[in-house]
């Protein structure tokens, strides 16, 4: 029988083992859990909206599981569920440039979730999961040939499901054919509209990855216990290509040197806890802030120009010139350049309610004006250009083709390590900076733990 395209993906996520990790996957997979721990950590003390996540987690019974960042343990579903939604909550995890995926935001979730219930879990197991996942959610993203938003789709929650789900089938030791099942059953339960885009007051796009996560590890644990799924859960008649992407789809993307070439070696880790399309538009008006002296009382207006994709962040204009939440301010390019040139920065606490009621960010937003008009040589989504127009009649001008953060233009070690402390000490229960140090070694030596879950058990 010829394998089919599930029956190569699966195999290799049933088979990949830490010893056949390339040393940049290795790498990558520590980076990647170090980023996306922190950041789900902030976002305990500094993301309402995930309460209610929480409260349901905590409804459902106490458990083996924490809630990163607080007192609270509970039991694996409603772990996956809490973290999940603080995962993506600040808008600060790592991203994927080359394709809509955000991959770690629901898989680090659902790993914890059975590190901590299934355990113990050793480190090389945690991370090898780690790789597989980030990597199958990168291939998927890659091999889309029509948007999955022509059909009404929001791909990135969609994608990552799939790359959880992923994780979690290597974590537990699934068969290939169980794997096969557990994508399918994720295919039963994921989904995410592109409404989540366009509606004023909702914040489901804070707290998208709680859904993923928790239907990833559902997927993982039913096929674990014998539930049957699809024979080609990714490429068959009804399955995935076609519901999301119309049967446009490259197969060669999620085969190409599969298992030698792991795409969580090329995150960005974010500098700024906001949506990636918004960072080079952040960079260039602090950059022009600080080497031209622009106060903001001398700024006329600004032009900025973006692509098809970053059209998102500036329309409609007037939204995006004051956002009603936080995670819509994220989501703007005009409130992020006012906050970098009336503040000087963008850090995790010019979001709250202050901030978007500050008169002086919102005076500075509405002298912002757009154009979508792309050029080559930009990344999609992360390039753009800026002109700032001074009340005396000069201008200043920048043009960025990949934002800061990239695999060519990456975080250095110290910057990434800054930022974990920095997140950690927001938590709803803050960890100091010496125990933060402490606890990033540790996160960077996993591979040394016995018992990766005892590492996230709650202080007491």
């Known amino acids: 029988m010829i394998d089919t395209l599930s029956d190569l993906l699966c195999r290799h996520i049933a088979m ?185 007051r909702t914040t489901l796009r804070a707290v998208r990855e709680a859904f993923p996560a928790q239907a990833a590890l559902t997927s993982a644990l039913l096929a674990r216990e014998g539930v049957d799924g699809f024979e080609e859960p990714l490429e068959g008649k009804s399955a995935f290509f076609a519901l999301y992407a119309g049967g446009q789809f490259d197969p060669a993307d999620l085969t190409d040197r599969l298992g030698t070439h792991y795409w969580g070696s090329e995150l960005t880790f974010k500098p700024w806890p906001s949506c990636r399309g918004t960072h080079p538009f952040i960079e260039m008006a602090l950059d022009l802030y600080a080497r031209h002296g622009i106060a903001p009382p001398d700024i006329a207006h600004l032009e900025v120009t973006v692509d098809g994709i970053q059209s998102m962040l500036v329309e409609p204009l007037a939204r995006k010139q004051a956002p009603e939440t936080a995670i819509d301010a994220k989501f703007s390019i005009p409130f992020t350049i006012a906050l970098a040139l009336v503040r000087g920065a963008v850090r995790l606490d010019d979001f709250d309610a202050a901030s978007l009621a500050d008169p002086e960010v919102l005076a500075m937003a509405t002298r912002v004006k757009a154009h979508v008009e792309p050029r080559s040589t930009w990344q999609p989504g992360v390039g753009g250009a800026i002109r700032i127009v001074l009340t005396n009649g000069e201008t200043c001008e920048a043009c960025l083709e990949n934002a800061l953060g990239c695999p060519s233009r990456p975080l250095s070690a110290a910057a990434q390590r800054a930022k974990f402390v920095d997140c950690v000490g927001r938590a709803a229960v803050p960890v100091m900076a010496e125990a933060a140090d402490r606890l990033a070694d540790a996160i960077l030596a996993l591979d040394t733990l016995a018992d990766v879950g005892a590492l996230f058990q709650p202080p007491v």
């Open 16 to 200: 990949a083992r830490w010893e056949g990790l390339p040393d940049p996957a290795r790498d990558g997979a520590r980076n990647a859990a170090l980023d996306a721990i922190g950041v789900i950590y902030a976002a305990s003390g500094l993301a309402p909206e995930a309460a209610p996540f929480i409260a349901l987690a905590r409804a459902n019974g106490a458990g083996p599981c924490t809630i990163i960042g607080t007192h609270h343990t509970v039991q694996p579903f409603g772990a996956a569920l809490a973290n999940g939604a603080l995962a993506h909550a600040v808008d600060y995890e790592d991203a994927f440039d080359r394709a809509p995926a955000h991959p770690n935001a629901s898989l680090v979730p659902v790993l914890l979730a059975l590190a901590q219930s299934q355990g113990p879990v050793d480190g090389r197991r945690f991370l090898t999961a780690l790789a597989v996942g980030g990597d199958v959610a990168c291939r998927i993203a890659l091999s889309l040939r029509q948007p999955m938003e022509q059909g009404g789709w929001y791909p990135p929650p969609i994608v990552a499901a799939f790359g959880a789900v992923a994780g979690a089938a290597n974590l537990l030791g699934l068969s290939p054919q169980q794997t096969k099942d557990a994508l399918s059953l994720t295919l039963c339960q994921v989904t995410m509209p592109g409404e989540i885009k366009h509606s004023r």
